[in-house]
């Protein structure tokens, strides 16, 4: 049975989803690929104590924190890519970001390639399921530009800017109120 669960943040509504005790979702209501993982039939549920956790670590990230989210139980569904992918996510640290080619160079070394697409590692960024905690929107194409974000690139801009990171004219300049440059 998944259970769901609204929180009300600063960019619009976000729907929580948990199975078995687990977070399997984190959607703004409305963005692409919403729901897209979730084949089961949907009962809402504000008591679960998963719900309860996210919503204190999304509050406290709300409020400016840099809360670890290495305590919230998450189980995103997706393929052996898309979890190793999802993986070096969660490894970019708050207020930093990273590129596309990047995360293939990471991916293609761990798996003994010459080279992996970067476009291949853009799709499985696109469907992360959990958003903000597996902080995709902090990937950004190679020359800093602001390539995309499932919730809307003005979403990706304003969560960039809680973090610290300067954004003009779509592309990543660097960080505030840190001493050297992304």
């Known amino acids: 049975m998944v259970y769901t669960t609204k929180y009300v943040s600063p960019l619009g509504d976000i729907l929580l989803a ?21 084949r089961e039939e949907l009962t809402p549920c504000d008591d679960r104590p998963v719900f309860r956790q996210t919503k204190q670590w999304l509050s406290r990230y709300f409020a400016g924190e840099k809360p670890s989210a290495e305590g919230l139980p998450i ?14 996510l969660r490894k970019i640290p708050c207020g930093e970001t990273t590129s596309y080619g990047k995360l ?11 080279s992996m697409s970067a476009q291949a590692v853009g799709g499985a960024v696109g469907h992360n399921p959990i958003s903000i905690i597996i902080p995709c929107h902090r990937v950004v194409g190679t020359d800093g530009s602001l390539t995309g974000y499932a919730g809307g690139v003005d979403k990706k801009i304003r969560l960039l800017a ?6 003009r004219n779509g592309i990543v300049t660097g960080r505030r109120n840190t001493e050297g440059h992304i």
């Open 75 to 88: 189980a995103p569904a997706g393929s052996e890519f898309q979890q190793a992918v999802w993986r070096l």
């Open 104 to 114: 293939a160079k990471t991916i293609a070394a761990e798996r003994g390639l010459a």
């Open 162 to 167: 809680l973090e610290g990171v300067e954004v």
């Open 18 to 38: 948990e199975r078995n005790n687990a977070l399997i979702g984190l959607w703004f209501t409305g963005q692409k690929y919403f729901l897209s993982s979730l």
